[in-house]
């Protein structure tokens, strides 16, 4: 298995927060080789090694410093608490350094602030958490801020929301670097969603309605999944919902923060790489059970929302 981030390094400080630290040790740290998913080298990184104090006053034996941290294939930068409290020029220079080197630096939450600290955000998209974008927008201006997403890929650059953002953003990296089968055996170990679109909003501002009824969407979303070969038209989808079309897409997107239409692509999506990953089948048969019908359509998607036509993902990421 190829394996591009073999040295993966957090850089914790004081204030840090205790859940996205806790995100990046469940998923970088846990060994599940005897699984067959990778095993990282992974080690929690601060200025000074000692304890280090959390934002919910836990306190973490951090046992490396940033030397480690220059060292590393991936660096993940977890929460900052103190805006008001510049990063060491340490730890700057260590993160510029991992990054000239060619390491992908990745940071969640008010993580960004950091990064964006280091000059490495200048031009760049970004996110952070909702609450604080316009905050750290304020801060630093030559930063393109993109608020309302989960997650935004620069190619080595990489940051994302706040709180379980920091998840999606984990294993979306997983998925881009190893593949669909890496990360879904990941999330299944931590009983959580394989993966939410980047652009997929942080949260949603209105409400889901009192009267919706949330086991008949689920009951629909589970049904969909299972039957991505079918035309999934909104007329189809509330149908089985035994909703109007116009309540169904309503409560569709007040629930899930997307639209059906793109939720149906997404799962296609994510079912042609598990295929191409997994399965012994033709470019033509994977584009048939995933319901993009033919081979010219799947490439033509593939090549707009992965990057790379199927054949290539193939050949990187086959089991």
Known sequence: MQHPFRSVAAYLHDGTGAFGA??????????????GLPRFDFAACTDRPGPVRTDGGLRIVVEHGLDRLAAADLVLITSWEHFEVEPSPEALAAIRAAHERGATIAAHCTGTYVLAATGLLDGLRATTHWRWADRLAARFPDVKLVPEVLYVDEGRIVTGAGAAAGVDMCLYLLRRE??????????????????????QAQYVAAPVPADCDDERLAEVLGWAREHLHLPLTVEILAGRALMSQRSFARRFAAATGSTPHAWV?????????????????SIEEVARQVGFGTAATLREQFVKRRGVPPRDYRKAFAS
């Open 22 to 35: 806790g995100v990046v040790s469940e998923i970088f740290g846990y060994d599940r080789s005897a699984r």
């Open 178 to 199: 190893y593949g669909a089968a890496v990360a879904n055996g990941i999330a299944r170990d931590m009983v959580v969603p394989p993966h939410r679109d980047g652009g």
């Open 265 to 281: 692509l997404s799962q296609r999506l994510h079912r042609a790489e598990e295929l191409l990953e997994t399965a012994a089948l």
